[in-house]
Every structure is written in C-alpha cells, then in structure tokens.
C-alpha cells in the first residue's frame, strides 16, 4: 500500500483530491488530517465510505498531533491545509501567518525526523503578484516572486520554507501553483460560489471595482490531476505551474453565471474595490504538460455546467455553508448584506 498524509483534506480542493485517489488508485491509503475550520466541512467527505480513508481532526502546527498521526513508513504529505481567502488575509493575517507559513514548517519538520519520501507543497499563482492587463505575459516557474495581498505572502513563505527544506536538508520537495480552481464545494466566500448562491438566492453579487481583474479559471479536479502527476511524476525541487489557459474577466464570468441561471443582471452591485486588488493572473503549463504529460480535460463550458449543477442539487450545503462565519464579514469589508435563510 502507498501510505499518505494529505493536511486539508475536509476543504473544497483537498476533498476533490481524496475522492480522486480512492477512485483512480486502489494501492492508496491515506490520512485525511484536517483541523476542520470555518471552511473545512465533512459534508464534503459524506459520500467517502472507503476504509482506505482516516479521517483525523488535527492542527498542522500542532507538532505532537503531527508526528501522533503521520503513519509509519509514509511515502508523502500533500499540504492542502491553509486559509485561503485573500479579503480575510486583508481583514486580519495572523492566521495567516500561523497554518500558511508556520505550519508548512512543522510538516516540513516532520517529513525530515520521519523519513517520509516526498513533501508536496500545494501553492498559488499569487506568489508572483499580478501581470499586466491586456498584454501577453504569463506567468511560469521562473517569475520572480512579487507577493501582493497578506495571503500570497503568506503562501510565498511557505514556498521559501520548502525550497530551504529541499536545498538544506535534502527532503524531497515539489511545488505547484494554480491559478482560480471552480467546482463543486467550494466555500460560498469565493467569487463563483458566492455568485451562483446569492444568484440562486436572488441576492445581490458584489462586483469589486470595475469588475474587469482578470483570472486565469481551472476545474478543480483538473487541478487535483495535476497535483497527482506532480507527486507521482515530479522531479525532486521542481515547481509546477498548473493552469487550463482559460483567462476571463470577472464580469465575464458573472455574466456567464447569471445568463446559465436565468437571473437578471441587475443583481450586479458594484462595491468599492479590494484594497491591493491583483489586476491579471495568467498561467503558463508547458512545463507540466512536457515533463508530467498533464493536460486539464474539462473545457470552461463542460466544467461551468458541472459545477451550476452541483450547486443547483446541493441547497442543503449551500443552506449550512451560507449560515456560517461570512456574513459579517461582508458587510463590515464591503457593506454588503449576504441572507441567511
Ligand atoms: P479551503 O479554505 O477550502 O480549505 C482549507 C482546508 O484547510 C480546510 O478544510 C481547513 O479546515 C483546513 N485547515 C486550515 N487550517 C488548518 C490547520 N491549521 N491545520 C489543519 N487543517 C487546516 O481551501 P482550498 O481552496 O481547498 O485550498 C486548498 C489549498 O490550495 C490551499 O493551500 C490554497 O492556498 C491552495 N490553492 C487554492 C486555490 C483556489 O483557487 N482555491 C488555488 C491555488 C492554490
Ligand atoms: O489564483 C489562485 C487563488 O485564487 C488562490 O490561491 C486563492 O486561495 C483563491 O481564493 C483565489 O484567490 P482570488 O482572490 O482570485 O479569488 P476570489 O474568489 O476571492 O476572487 C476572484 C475575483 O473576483 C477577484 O478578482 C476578486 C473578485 N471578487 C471576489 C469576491 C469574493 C468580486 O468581485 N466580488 C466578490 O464578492
């Protein structure tokens, strides 16, 4: 059996990796460790009923309930666990700090006592801040790093963390960096869910600025497959970039959204802009097409479908998620009310 420990596990591109590996490798066992916070949710891991799959709650920077939990003999950990949301990161970035960076280290840490033959480090396009509109820029794995919001720094930490682990120590490391992942369970703060369930909602959308940042959109298992080559397939101290090229602008996106649910676009409520808003994302994959043989298999068309259904036959996550922490935070950041019920 090939033994893993994947941080993260009960979140929206965490859960989407378990159910990949129960599904496509049968000679997986692994460890779902996963300190359920606002946006971890074991509804996202109801339909899992492999014995394959332990589910432990657990705080990565928890070094004890680390090494209690990380099997023996273990082939890798796959850090999925961080908080994710750049406008909480903004709002205040002490947790930030405390499971993005701090956290990366004790797996790191613990990987090296351990022995465990490879740390793969889940990143973001982040890192390497935003490029400039309209132009043909992308980014690849040698863009220098340029960090703009409290959350990019905080994942670009990390990636220093794991290069050094790498360089210093010689623990076997891979990076990859995606770019916006959509699909089903994602947490209702981020732009797309957070449309389609204040659209299902008849609530308004808030629009930050001119609506025109530009982000480069990939399926989220389509991601999860390029995690899973970059873990079977990487080289030891590489980086990947995992992106669908597929850039949209926001409002091309919400309209998109709206136009598929039949709701009008006077839902649209432009609010003041994020402070430090990145302007563009746009990922360059030649390198993870030639050297892990990755291509995405959705198209943004099939992939948007998927995901409005999903959404559409879920109104009891969305119910439970929507009831959660976000609310005030909205309203307090962009003076926007979000309905509960
Ligand atoms: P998410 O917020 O949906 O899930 C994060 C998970 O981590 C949750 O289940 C949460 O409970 C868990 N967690 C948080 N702090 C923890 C801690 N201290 N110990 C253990 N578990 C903890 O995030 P996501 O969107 O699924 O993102 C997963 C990873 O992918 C993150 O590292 C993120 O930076 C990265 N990423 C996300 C995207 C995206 O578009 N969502 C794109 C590129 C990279
Ligand atoms: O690029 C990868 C990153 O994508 C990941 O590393 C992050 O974890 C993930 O959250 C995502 O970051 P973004 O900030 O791009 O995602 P978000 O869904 O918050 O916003 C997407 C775009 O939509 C961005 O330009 C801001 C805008 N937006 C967002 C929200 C929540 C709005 O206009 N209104 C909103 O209400």
């Given at each position: 059996m090939?033994?893993?420990?994947i941080?993260?596990?009960?979140?929206f591109?965490?859960?989407?990796?378990?159910?990949?590996?129960?599904?496509?490798?049968?000679?997986?066992?692994?460890?779902?460790?996963d300190?359920?916070?606002?946006?971890?949710n074991?509804?996202?891991?109801?339909?899992?009923e492999?014995?394959?799959?332990?589910?432990?709650r657990?705080?990565?920077?928890?070094?004890?309930d680390?090494?209690a939990?990380?099997?023996?003999?273990c082939?890798?950990?796959?850090n999925?666990?961080?908080?994710?949301h750049?406008?909480r990161s903004?709002?205040s970035?002490?947790?930030?700090?405390?499971?993005?960076?701090?956290?990366?280290?004790?797996?790191l840490?613990?990987?090296?006592?351990?022995?465990?033959?490879?740390?793969?480090?889940?990143?973001?396009?982040?890192?390497?801040?935003?490029?400039?509109?309209?132009?043909?820029?992308?980014?690849?794995?040698?863009?220098?790093?340029?960090p703009?919001?409290?959350?990019?720094?905080?994942?670009a930490?990390?990636?220093?963390f794991v290069?050094a682990?790498?360089?210093?120590?010689g623990?076997?490391?891979?990076?990859t960096?995606?770019?916006?992942?959509y699909?089903?369970?994602?947490?209702?703060?981020k732009?797309?869910?957070?449309?389609?369930?204040?659209?299902?909602?008849?609530?308004?959308?808030?629009?930050?600025?001119?609506?025109?940042?530009?982000?480069?959109w990939?399926?989220?298992?389509d991601?999860?497959?390029g995690?899973?080559?970059a873990?079977?397939?990487?080289?030891?101290?590489s980086?990947y970039?995992l992106?669908?090229?597929?850039?949209r602008?926001?409002l091309?996106?919400?309209?998109?959204?709206?136009?598929t649910?039949g709701?009008?676009?006077?839902?649209?409520?432009f609010?003041?802009?994020?402070?430090?808003?990145d302007?563009?994302?746009?990922?360059?994959?030649?390198l993870?097409?030639?050297?892990?043989?990755?291509?995405?298999?959705?198209?943004?068309?099939s992939?948007?479908?998927?995901t409005i259904d999903?959404?559409?036959?879920?109104?009891?996550w969305?119910?439970?998620?929507?009831?959660?922490?976000y609310?005030?935070?909205?309203?307090?950041?962009?003076g926007?009310?979000?309905?509960t019920?």
């Amino acid at each position: 059996m090939t033994k893993l420990f994947i941080t993260g596990g009960a979140g929206f591109i965490g859960s989407a990796f378990v159910r990949l590996l129960l599904n496509e490798r049968p000679d997986v066992e692994l460890i779902n460790f996963d300190a359920l916070t606002y946006a971890g949710n074991l509804d996202n891991l109801a339909d899992l009923e492999s014995k394959r799959h332990h589910f432990v709650r657990g705080d990565i920077v928890v070094r004890e309930d680390v090494l209690a939990n990380l099997p023996q003999d273990c082939d890798a950990i796959i850090n999925f666990a961080a908080e994710s949301h750049v406008d909480r990161s903004i709002a205040s970035a002490g947790e930030f700090l405390r499971t993005n960076i701090i956290g990366t280290q004790v797996l790191l840490d613990a990987a090296r006592e351990r022995n465990v033959r490879r740390f793969v480090q889940v990143s973001t396009d982040e890192v390497m801040g935003s490029l400039p509109e309209d132009d043909l820029s992308y980014f690849t794995e040698d863009s220098p790093f340029a960090p703009n919001s409290p959350y990019a720094a905080s994942k670009a930490a990390a990636e220093h963390f794991v290069r050094a682990a790498h360089h210093t120590f010689g623990v076997d490391t891979v990076i990859t960096r995606c770019g916006n992942n959509y699909g089903p369970r994602q947490f209702p703060e981020k732009f797309l869910p957070l449309t389609i369930s204040n659209a299902m909602h008849n609530d308004t959308i808030p629009i930050y600025g001119d609506g025109l940042n530009v982000r480069d959109w990939i399926y989220v298992d389509d991601h999860c497959r390029g995690i899973l080559a970059a873990l079977e397939k990487g080289k030891s101290g590489s980086v990947y970039n995992l992106g669908a090229r597929n850039e949209r602008k926001n409002l091309e996106v919400v309209h998109s959204l709206l136009d598929t649910l039949g709701k009008p676009r006077t839902l649209l409520n432009f609010v003041k802009d994020r402070p430090g808003h990145d302007r563009r994302y746009a990922i360059d994959p030649s390198l993870a097409e030639t050297e892990l043989d990755w291509r995405p298999l959705e198209s943004w068309e099939s992939g948007l479908a998927k995901t409005i259904d999903w959404y559409q036959q879920n109104p009891t996550w969305i119910e439970r998620t929507r009831s959660g922490a976000y609310q005030d935070y909205y309203k307090n950041q962009y003076g926007v009310e979000v309905r509960t019920t």
